[in-house]
T-cell receptor, first 111, second 112 residues
Framework: EDQVTQSPEALRLQEGESSSLNCSYT??????LFWYRQDPGKGPEFLFT???AGEEKEKERLKATLTKKESFLHITAPKPEDSATYLC????????????FGTGTRLQVFP | DAGVTQSPTHLIKTRGQQVTLRCSPK?????VSWYQQALGQGPQFIFQ???????QRGNFPDRFSGHQFPNYSSELNVNALLLGDSALYLC???????????FGEGSRLTVL
């Protein structure tokens, strides 16, 4: 069964304290792995798509990496405005477009 | 360029009632997917519409149905509402077999 597990569930960081969020997945053939940011009561905001092991993508203070079993979202020198829930999702190479989401990591960055 | 728009943003219903939620996709997108997000959980896939037909369906009962119109907009209908249907309902648009899904802000449904 296709599955996504994110850790930790919650993370509190001091402003400027870099860290990483983990997304472990099992899928019958990976078509793509997606990272989204979600603010409370809002829809997910697209961040990155990764397609193959070894791929990396960056956007401001965020960098996403992908291996054959997991993905990491590295946050460098975070700011309070980076506080949000970060969702990871996979899309299988099974002739469907559906995304299978993890439960997310709730990040709080305090001054 | 307008992104994905959903309406209404919030609504309250009672058990047994029916609800219709609406979605307009991002400009240039022809495919609409619907997701249900319970509090503290990740979104769960309900179904996808393309060319006015339901193409894929997740593990949701027949009480959940939908429609896509010629202008690519879509509706989600839920009949015989249960307390457990309370959730944030998200619409996502994309191009068929395309890459990224872009989400709307969601419709928060509360069933009393």
């Amino acid at each position: 069964e296709d599955q996504v597990t994110q850790s930790p569930e919650a993370l509190r960081l001091q402003e400027g304290e870099s860290s990483s969020l983990n997304c472990s997945y099992t899928v019958s053939g990976l078509r793509g792995l997606f990272w989204y940011r979600q603010d409370p009561g809002k829809g997910p905001e697209f961040l990155f798509t990764l397609y193959s092991a070894g791929e990396e993508k960056e956007k401001e203070r965020l960098k996403a990496t992908l291996t054959k079993k997991e993905s990491f979202l590295h946050i460098t020198a975070p700011k309070p405005e980076d506080s949000a829930t970060y969702l990871c999702a996979v899309q299988a190479r099974d002739n469907t477009d559906k995304l299978i989401f993890g439960t997310g990591t709730r990040l709080q960055v305090f001054p | 360029d307008a992104g994905v728009t959903q309406s209404p943003t919030h609504l309250i219903k009672t058990r047994g009632q029916q609800v219709t939620l609406r979605c307009s996709p991002k400009s240039g997108h022809d495919t609409v997917s619907w997701y249900q997000q319970a509090l503290g959980q990740g979104p769960q896939f309900i179904f996808q519409y393309y060319e006015e037909e339901e193409r894929q369906r997740g593990n949701f009962p027949d009480r959940f149905s939908g429609h896509q119109f010629p202008n690519y907009s879509s509706e989600l209908n839920v009949n015989a509402l249960l307390l457990g249907d309370s959730a944030l309902y998200l619409c996502a648009s994309s191009t068929f077999r395309g890459g990224e899904l872009f989400f709307g802000e969601g419709s928060r449904l509360t069933v009393l």
